[in-house]
């Protein structure tokens, strides 16, 4: 097993009735077959806490793995946390995208923090 | 004695929230050291989209753009870093645009409604207050120690 990275944090802020979609890793690891497991979790970071928001993690090509969630009234800043394992073969390097969409009137920020490792 | 020894363990104690507690609420906004900072915004409008703190390598910093986006890479202003983040994390991000003009990311919350000052707001506090209370610290413990030698 070969921890790609530790514990990477990013700190998202995504204006009102916007969404945000990044590259969390990109032409990540090796180019033959392997077996990801990426642990992915998101939690708010200061703004408008009683909103809703939703979320998708997806691996990439091909949507081999993904997480999507949501949460309504999320107001207890920074204490609730959602997160996910996401694990699949590729047989390409791995891409791993974010996207956040905040429905609210308000911007929003979130705390998305990610392990990943290839065997 | 003893009352001398009670307030100079008190200006400690003060001298310590002062100098090290509070700015560490202060800095929570601060840039990281190695994160990459970047916004995404409406070319229309200059409107941010999203501002991103992004963590060092092997971390992807790339926003995936739609139609009518464009990306601004802030890394290199750390001021302006941390009073955006700062307002962002008051639910504020909606203050700050891009002029389209110019190409600098402003606060449309500021007088001059154009780069923020390097010395306003969350840096003023962070700055001054340390300062104010290692003046008062420097102060008071003058004003003891003479008060023990008369």
Redesign the interface.
Known sequence: MTI??NH?????????Q???????????GPSSTTLWVVQVSIGL????NTQYANWGFIIDPNDHASYFGAAIEWETNGGEIYGSTLSTSLDTSMYL?L?INNQDS????YNVLVTAMYY | MRNIALIGLAILIVASLATGILPAFAASTDPQPGYTYYV?YNQTDG??????????Y???????L?PGQSVMYITDQPLLVKQL?AD???????NWHVNLQTHQLVSTASVNSGPISPVSGIAMISIALPALASLGVAMLGSFIWRRAHK
């Open positions: 790609y990275s990477q944090t990013w700190n998202i802020c995504v204006a009102s916007s969404t945000s979609t990044n590259y969390l890793y990109s032409n990540a970071n200061g703004g408008d995208i996207g308000r911007s929003q920020c | 995404v409107s941010i989209v999203t501002a991103v703190g992004c963590p060092p092997p971390a992807a910093c790339t926003p995936i739609q983040f962002a994390h008051n639910a504020k991000l909606g």
